[in-house]
């Protein structure tokens, strides 16, 4: 059996062999099926599926969505099981499907850790889980969790630094900024170190270079200047002020979910959880769980199906 997660970027595929991550942008066309196809050999064509790729504005609504990701990955393997907001499986398109990759997560991790708050930070979103109130959390949409702050729009990689900061000290001036899409937070955490050029896996503004050089560039164009004018420390300040605000608001909402739910137990997973779970003084899962904590609900959804025995529907 194989797990799949189907974000709106990324998809991420856990087997025996480890874990596998596609930059595979649903508004692009995406071609699901046939990148899952290579997995079916090794798979006895069983798959767990989750999802939060339907909410991709190339979709008229999350149902339509939900419908495209059910039947791509149903062209591969036609047995394919879908994780819901209700912790159960279903075979075919249901609203409960919509955005569940989380939940998948907070069940596997639950038992293993009772009453810790997840957080598990990748390319686009910040997830918070808190995992001693697992009923509490069936049903929860994106919008519900938008609003008891378990979910945050900022992420690794994607977010465009004008969804950051609305301005920046520019050598002691301050500065508004751009809202153009000139720049990302990987540009930032690459150029701050947080993140490797083979870690930047989502496609830049410009469609051009992952490297340093080419992310300053970006950056300097946040405050409509080219590198040269600003210098590279004037760039590198846009990076470190938008890392800042950046983890502000990730640890402040984090350590109010544990207030309010008296955890002493923060776990961080994804792709930021060497840096977050510094931050936060919490267990970094990547070194608990290994490579797999980078696509956890991919795991976590495999896992979960292996020891389910409710009945299909």
């Not at 910040?126 to 509490?136: H, R, S, T, W, Y």
């Not at 955490?189 to 490297?211: A, F, M, R, S």
Request: glycine share 8%.
């Amino acid at each position: 059996m194989i797990g799949i997660d189907v974000g709106g970027a990324n998809l991420k595929v856990v087997d025996e062999a480890g874990i596998h991550i596609h930059y595979c942008p649903l508004w692009e066309k995406a071609p699901i099926a046939d990148t899952l196809k290579p997995y079916v050999k090794h798979s006895e064509n069983s798959a767990a599926v989750v999802m939060s790729g339907e909410l991709a504005d190339c979709f008229e609504n999350k149902l339509q969505g939900i419908s495209f990701i059910v039947g791509e990955v149903q062209k591969a393997f036609p047995g394919a099981r879908f994780y819901g907001t209700d912790a159960r499986f279903h075979e075919r398109p249901v609203p409960q499907l919509a955005a569940a990759n989380w939940l998948a997560s907070a069940d596997y991790l639950r038992e293993r850790y009772p009453g810790a708050i997840l957080l598990d930070i990748g390319s686009t979103t910040a997830d918070i889980i808190p995992l001693g109130n697992f009923e509490g959390l069936l049903g929860l949409t994106d919008l519900n969790r938008l609003q008891k702050g378990f979910l945050l729009y900022t992420g690794m990689l994607r977010t465009n630094i004008a969804a950051i900061l609305q301005s920046v000290d520019s050598n002691g001036i301050h500065t508004p900024i751009s809202s153009e899409y000139f720049a990302t937070s990987a540009d930032a955490h690459l150029v701050l170190g947080h993140i490797t050029p083979d870690e930047y896996t989502c496609d830049t503004p410009d469609h051009k270079e992952k490297t340093r050089t080419a992310a300053l560039r970006r950056l300097a164009r946040v405050v409509c200047a080219d590198l040269d004018e600003i210098g590279e420390e004037g760039a590198m300040q846009i990076a470190r002020q938008a890392h800042e605000r950046q983890k502000t608001a990730v640890c402040d909402a984090v350590r109010a979910c544990a207030r309010c739910h008296d955890s002493q137990e923060i776990l961080v997973a994804g792709i930021g959880a060497k840096l977050f779970s510094r931050e936060l003084g919490g267990r970094d899962l990547n070194r608990e769980l290994g490579p797999v904590a980078d696509a956890l609900p991919a795991f976590a959804v495999r896992e979960r199906a292996l020891r389910d025995k409710t009945p299909r529907n």
